[in-house]
């Protein structure tokens, strides 16, 4: 099967698990009459395939094309495809279970699972029509030195039969699969940060290619289109370099990094429009990113280019141009030509010639030799006709019985798909459910039967263990005229099995990122660090500082915080840290118990290390002011006051809704907040309609208080309310809704696209008091990054973040307009609750044309507010 009918697959199975509130259904016999039994799949798979959806299907597309087709296609399919489950598997078991994104990768892996279970049938049934499993297409390629010297008597063609029948028949069942299913079940995402654990890490990379050399690989093979491994060796060498106290730009390491993250994720765009328009339109539509990608990496990474072998042809014309610096455009055009003429052709020019019986010397074209193929596969008729298959195409749509339609994984008139899902729901039952199997069905000897060997099968369970993802380090110089340093400081994780005093090689990061962050005395940084893989909490020995340089820094404080939960990991004060020497940090005594809260996957504030404080001025004539507005939030220990202004920007005019995200400079624990405050210093009088107080990190209201008089010099309270919380871990939707999913289905018809910037209006009614939203709007700019949204006939997604988690039922309408001069016609919308997966509304047949920035698309709440 291709992605569609895996798809279809999870779509199945994750309606029955659904229709069944987590149970599963199987067929068995007792006292010879067959019997449907219900199975309960563990908790934490049915969480993450119901509210992971797309997800979970991203997942059933498998290796076919991520992380990406040449690892996927090229390594984790052909051969041993259980070990990489296996590999996949333990970096899942780092996860930690109360973490959104482990949800997220969880249904990923389920996906990946029930991909296997799909070809363990369909590619047998294949293969008989085929007359033999599909070949190493890379193994027939590389043993032929010039195609242009083969003919078409060659044996050799005997495999490219073989291929193309395959191809022939997976292509036409995705195509009669898709043109019967709407093209929304059909939605995928990908886990970035876990397919960066598993492949995009170097000791992901020196474990994947183990896995690949005990398949008989040789290292000049596995680096001949690596992409992803080149992207990651080039970043971590930057990484070590800038450890080392060497110059290196941080710019330039972030630019690094996001080589990897953007590979990951034009993979994912790209087999979502595969999905919807095809394997051509995909290629011509996100051609130019991949290009666009690789020749900004071949412009800036001249030692890294020079060790390629992809890029010997590109560098080899870098070097015959008269310039100095290679110009962009020029690369990007050598960047096409290698990638159509060295990976591309080779592969097309033996298909071509195959179906078109046009000899492959005549084949040098790639365009050409696309076209010719795309005309066939377009025309299945033509192209079985072209195999001397003509009756090919009515025996399968005899077989398959148009089996696609069926809602239910047993009305399967196709008996080899209903194994399919059967395999599925067997990856799916847990350890528990397949050991209860194997004991029902286990025979014992009877009597009369010669002595036999008992092999025993019993299924181990593995533990889920806390794990870190990112960490925020939080550090302030000492006050003191010398505490100051312009040296590099970095800040390092060490674990139990690391012998040495120092950080775990890569596992690094700079503190002083800023000019004059640590330099001045008093100064204060906030640092967000990604970790390169997962690290369990239970490994952690201890976090590192020190400095590359000459001189000395003296701290005040550090914090360290798991940003995923919130916990404070270690804190430490009055450090005096100088050259050669490594200080070691030990973790708080209490992450056990702190993180055994947690196991509910409930989401709570625990170290508060910023705010977000939201005013609405009452719309009341001569509210707003040109004072300063001060806030102020008060704890056990102390206070902390920060001036809420806007650069370039004038604060509180009359009707405005502000938005002020700051740090704190020494975080504090939830448990230590006492009040917060607010006042006005200077300038006219001030009348604000609320004010609400959000925990930054996870949106979590903690204060809201209406005003109906002016703020004055003197301090306002605005209550610390911790029924907030309470509430909100109460609820049974957890944490309301914060993100969504906007799904557009731009029309089909000639002209209905746009290049104007198109907007989301979200209106609120007073129902949810905690949001800052309450009886008013949030508006968001819908755009997708290296993407041309709204083209003709596209499906665009996009996510939006509401900054804090809102009620359901607060939510009035959503209001769809554009600003410019392009008309822009719309098919469908679907948003859904992206945390939850449910479908708060999808309104289809719209059909209607937006011409002016007044023209709007109401979406109301009829939808997702029913009794």
């Not at 996906?111 to 029509?129: E, K, L, P, R």
């Not at 390629?141 to 078409?152: G, M, N, Q």
């Not at 050669?580 to 290390?609: F, M, P, V, W």
């Not at 009035?812 to 939850?836: L, N, P, Q, R, Y």
Request: hydrophobic share 35%; proline share 3%; net charge negative.
């Amino acid at each position: 099967m291709k992605s569609k009918g895996h798809i279809l697959s999870a779509n199945l199975l994750r309606d029955e698990l659904i229709k069944n509130n987590g149970y599963l259904l199987l067929e068995e016999y007792e006292g010879g009459k067959k019997v449907k039994k219900s199975y309960k799949i563990p908790d934490m798979f049915y969480r993450a395939i119901k509210n992971c959806p797309t997800y979970f299907r991203g997942g059933s597309v498998g290796p076919d094309f991520f992380p990406d087709i040449f690892e996927g296609q090229s390594w984790i399919h052909p051969k041993n495809s259980g070990k990489w489950l296996s590999y996949m598997q333990e970096k899942l078991l780092t996860y930690s279970p109360g973490d959104s994104e482990f949800n997220e990768a969880l249904a990923f892996y389920l996906g990946y699972m029930i991909h296997y279970a799909g070809d363990m049938f369909t590619h047998d049934y294949v293969n008989d029509y085929a007359g033999g499993p599909f070949p190493e297409i890379s193994n027939i390629i590389d043993s032929v030195d010039d195609w242009r010297k083969v003919s078409l008597n060659n044996p050799i063609f005997e495999k490219i039969r073989i291929i193309i029948i395959h191809l022939a028949i997976e292509t036409y069942l995705d195509n009669l699969i898709g043109y019967d299913n709407p093209k929304d079940d059909f939605r995928i995402d990908i886990p970035i940060s876990f397919l960066r654990t598993c492949f995009a890490t170097r000791g992901a990379i020196e474990e994947t290619n183990v896995l690949k050399m005990e398949n008989g690989a040789k290292l000049e093979e596995i680096n001949k289109f690596n992409f992803l491994g080149r992207f990651v060796y080039y970043y971590e060498r930057l990484l070590e370099k800038n450890a080392e106290g060497g110059s290196v730009s941080l710019s330039d390491i972030t630019e690094r990094e996001e080589y990897i993250e953007k590979w990951l994720k034009i993979w994912g765009e790209f087999t979502q429009r595969m999905i919807d328009k095809g394997l051509s339109t995909a290629w011509s539509d996100y051609k130019a990113d991949f290009i666009n990608l690789l020749a900004n990496y071949l412009c800036n990474a001249e030692g890294d280019r020079n060790a390629w072998e992809f890029a010997s042809s590109v560098v080899d014309a870098i070097s015959g141009l008269d310039i100095s610096i290679p110009i962009f455009d020029e690369i990007g055009e050598l960047v096409e030509e290698c990638i159509e003429d060295k990976i591309l052709l080779p592969y097309v020019r033996p298909i071509a010639a195959y179906i078109t019986r046009r000899e492959p010397k005549y084949i040098d074209d790639y365009d050409e030799a696309i076209e010719s193929i795309k005309d066939h596969f377009i025309h299945p008729a033509k192209l079985f006709l072209s195999l001397g298959l003509n009756d090919l195409q009515k025996t399968l749509e005899k077989e398959w019985n148009k089996f696609w339609r069926k809602k239910d994984c047993f009305d399967q008139p196709f008996p080899v798909f209903k194994r399919c899902l059967n395999m599925g729901k067997l990856c799916l039952l847990g350890t528990d459910n397949i050991n209860k199997i194997i004991d029902r069905y286990y025979e014992e000897r009877k009597e009369g039967q010669d002595e036999y060997k008992k092999d025993e099968i019993r299924l181990q369970e593995h533990t889920l263990q806390w794990s870190l993802h990112e960490i925020k380090i939080v550090a302030t110089t000492a006050k003191t005229s010398d505490a100051g340093t312009k040296s590099k400081i970095f800040f390092g994780l060490k674990t139990r099995s690391n012998k040495t005093e120092t950080a775990d090689k890569g596992y690094e990061v700079q503190l002083n990122r800023r000019k004059d962050g640590l330099e001045k005395p008093g100064g204060c940084e906030h640092v967000d660090y990604i970790l390169p893989s997962v690290v369990p909490i239970s490994s952690i020995e201890a976090f590192t500082l020190r400095l590359a340089g000459n001189d000395q820094w003296i701290a005040e404080n550090i914090y360290v915080i798991d940003v995923r939960t919130g916990i404070m990991l270690a804190k430490a004060s009055n450090i005096k840290l100088s050259v050669g020497k490594t200080i070691k940090i030990g973790i708080l005594g209490h992450l056990e118990d702190a993180y055994c809260q947690l196991q509910d996957g409930s989401t709570r504030i625990n170290t508060i290390s910023g705010l977000m404080v939201t005013i609405r001025t009452s719309s009341d004539f001569g509210s707003g002011t040109d004072g300063d507005v001060i806030f102020k939030m008060e704890t056990t220990h102390r206070n902390v006051e920060q001036l809420l202004d806007k650069e370039s920007y004038n604060d509180f005019e009359m009707g405005d809704l502000d938005t002020y995200y700051f740090q704190i400079r020494n975080p504090v624990d939830y448990n230590e907040i006492k009040n917060f405050y607010i006042k006005k210093e200077g300038g006219s009088d001030w009348k604000p309609a609320y004010i609400t107080v959000c925990d930054s990190r996870t949106g979590i209201c903690m204060a809201h208080q209406k005003f109906n008089r002016n703020i004055t010099s003197k301090w306002s309270l605005i209550p610390f309310d911790r029924t907030l919380m309470d509430n909100f871990l109460k609820s049974e939707s957890n944490s309301g809704i914060r993100y969504l999913q906007v799904v557009i289905k731009t029309s089909n018809d000639l002209w209905s696209g746009t290049d104007d910037n198109v907007y989301m209006e979200i209106k609120f009614d007073d129902s949810d008091p905690s949001n800052p939203y309450s009886n008013d709007k949030y508006k968001a700019y819908l755009n997708t990054a290296w993407h041309n949204d709204f083209e003709r006939g596209d499906i665009d997604t996009f996510n939006v973040d509401l900054r804090i988690c809102v009620k359901k039922s607060s939510i009035k309408s959503f209001e769809f307009f554009k600003k410019g001069s392009d008309d822009w016609k719309v098919e469908w919308i679907k948003i859904s609750d992206s945390a939850g997966g449910e479908v708060l509304c999808y309104e289809e047949n719209i059909d209607r044309k937006l011409k002016s920035s007044e023209d709007r698309i109401v979406i109301s709440s009829g939808y997702w507010n029913k009794k």
